[in-house]
């Protein structure tokens, strides 16, 4: 197994200037220029004279400036009583006229401020290396986190499958069972010992990386050029640090292949290949159907095979059923309002979520929209999804008071439990836009984090805890932001988010985990923007359009799915 590499060379250490301890530093006081532990500014910095009026400013806003810094008396180490004068590019050193007259002359020669701002470019490009390598070690560590929690859920069948046929032998075949189950036992833990020792590794060079990161940023923090150019050779070397090698598979717990019972045959264990992360999905386009609206932003079907759509922000709503190859329109609204959600509920209803409106509203049997039963006052309801016969949960929020949660409601259009905040009193969400639930009751909620719309998947367990957040793929998104616009549940049980930008799907599994990804352009869809599952477990994809687009043929796909 590969490990981790210790960490070449020594230190600088940066310590507070008042206690000379090593306690991490907090604040910099701008007036004295001294770095100082949390410590000493409150029971030290506090009885200078005139500290009230002293600007303190935190660590994190102590800024790389050269003005900063005292290039003028810096001593140089060859020749006593010289200050070093420049900056050798050649040599990578500070120089004195001494230095020049004998060594240098011929050399690159740079002001000391502009070999500053050298080092401190080359520090930054250490650094983020080691940000992009700490990132992929993470995926590589998540990675191995699926593998962990697929090779549990499979481990779990097998020896259910095991006991279950156990049960259907005699009784003198018991004592076989009971070694098929101790070697599964065995193998399986075999299997997670070796996907362990790997995700050990990652999280021992995760830890470290953090540390070292700290680290050069303490460094690069140092206000004292002679402390600095002392340091800069020690702190440069280490930001090389060699990463964990992982293996590439992992073999995987056998697999139980029930026989026709008889004397000396009740089953056997076999090889079932190697542990994989990755899952075969298909995707296949049954059927495709052109609207006549802008855009699809949201689908919802109802029980007699009909479907709602509506254009969002363009504010058309139709109801159509698919004939043959066409999609016939059996009634059409105009909403004035923006729809921000909308879901049918068993009494097939159609409620929605519009913009200033407190209350969901529904379409009346004139086609009036009117107020419902429920009432998110003094929230504005955004995201509408059906958990039962019984209840519904509703992602709302209020922009003026700064707040957003996420309400189960009642039948009778009670608010039964209201997630807003976490255990320490702070907010759960940003402004929640989409959400579907899991069978295991993890609340997956779609949550825009910037005005950009880029956001993530955040993962309420069955307590109202966060138990993931899940922010886009480092491979999938890093040239594109992740820009959540729809999310639903599969029929087993996966979570599907459509990524806007990039017209991914993402699939996740029931705690908020990537198994896997699908591109749409793969199967000829372009501008994916909402999902919805009928009552057949067909997936629906209603569509967009190219940015700066007049048409209004917005596409509608029914898709046959397998392997999620």
């Known amino acids: 197994m590969a490990s981790s590499q210790p960490f070449g060379g020594g230190q600088v250490p940066v310590n507070c200037k008042l206690c000379e301890t090593d306690r991490p ?10 770095l100082m532990c949390g410590h000493c500014k409150e029971k030290v910095h506090s009885q200078f004279k005139n500290a009230q009026d002293h600007k303190i400013i935190k660590r994190e ?37 001494t230095c020049i007259a004998k060594v240098h002359k011929r050399h690159d020669l740079i002001e000391i401020s502009d070999g500053y701002k050298t080092i401190i470019d080359k520090l930054k490009k250490g650094k983020s290396k080691m940000q992009k390598n700490h990132s992929n070690m993470k995926a590589k560590k998540d990675e191995l986190n699926i593998l962990v929690s697929a090779e549990n859920s499979k481990y779990s069948k097998v020896r259910q499958d095991i006991v279950s046929h156990e049960k259907t032998v005699k009784e003198q075949v018991d004592k076989y069972f009971k070694e098929l189950l101790n070697k599964l036992d065995q193998s399986h833990e075999t299997v997670l010992k070796s996907v362990k020792s790997d995700l050990n590794a990652l999280s021992l060079f995760t830890n470290q990386t953090d540390d070292k990161i700290n680290e050069v940023q303490d460094f690069i923090d140092i206000s004292n050029a002679t402390e600095f150019f002392k340091g800069v050779k020690t702190m440069e070397k ?20 029930p026989e026709n019972v008889s004397q000396s045959n009740i089953g056997s264990l076999q090889d079932d290949g190697n542990l994989s992360a990755e899952i075969n999905i298909s995707l296949v386009i049954n059927n495709k159907y052109q609207t006549e609206l802008d855009a699809i932003a949201f689908i919802s079907p109802c029980h007699d095979q009909s479907i709602w759509l509506s254009s969002g922000n363009h504010g058309i709503l139709q109801r159509v059923k698919p004939e043959g190859t066409n999609l016939k329109v059996i009634s059409k609204f105009d909403i004035t309002r923006n729809v921000y959600g909308k879901a049918v509920i068993p009494s097939n209803h159609l409620l929605l979520s519009v913009i200033g409106k407190t209350r969901l509203q529904q379409i009346s049997s004139s086609g009036e929209l009117m107020d419902s039963i429920y009432d998110l006052t003094p929230f504005y309801p955004k995201a509408v999804h059906v958990i039962s016969d019984n209840k519904l949960i509703v992602a709302a929020s209020n922009d ?12 009778k259009g009670d608010k039964e439990t209201v997630y807003e905040h976490d255990e320490h009193n702070q907010p759960l969400f940003n402004k929640p836009r989409y959400i579907t639930t899991t069978s295991n009751e993890n609340i997956h909620v779609v949550d825009k984090i910037s005005d950009d719309w880029s956001g993530k998947v955040v993962i309420l367990g069955q307590e109202g805890n966060i138990i993931n957040q899940y922010t886009g793929h480092p491979t999938i998104n890093k040239s594109e932001p ?9 029929p087993s049980d996966n979570v599907v988010v459509i990524d806007l930008d990039t017209e991914i799907l993402h699939i996740l599994n029931d705690n908020g985990h990537l198994i896997s990804y699908f591109n749409t352009k793969d199967i000829g869809i372009e501008f994916p923007y909402s999902l919805a599952f009928n009552t057949t477990g067909q997936l ?5 359009k190219a940015a700066g687009s007049q048409t209004k043929e917005a596409k509608l796909y029914v898709i046959n799915i397998a392997g999620f």
């Open 25 to 34: 530093i907090q604040s910099k006081c701008i007036d004295c220029s001294i």
């Open 482 to 490: 992740f820009i959540p616009v729809d999310i639903v549940t599969t």
């Open 238 to 257: 280490s930001t090389e640090i060699q990463e964990p090698q992982t293996k590439s598979s992992y073999c995987s717990s056998p697999k139980f292949v």
């Open 400 to 411: 003026k008071l700064k707040r957003s949660a996420v309400i189960i409601m009642n039948k």
């Open 540 to 544: 629906y994809i209603g569509c967009s």
């Open 61 to 97: 806003e102590i800024g790389l400036h050269t003005e900063e810094l005292d290039f003028t008396n810096i001593k140089c180490d060859e020749h006593a009583g010289q200050s070093s004068c420049l900056y050798c590019n050649t040599c990578e050193i500070l120089v004195c006229p």
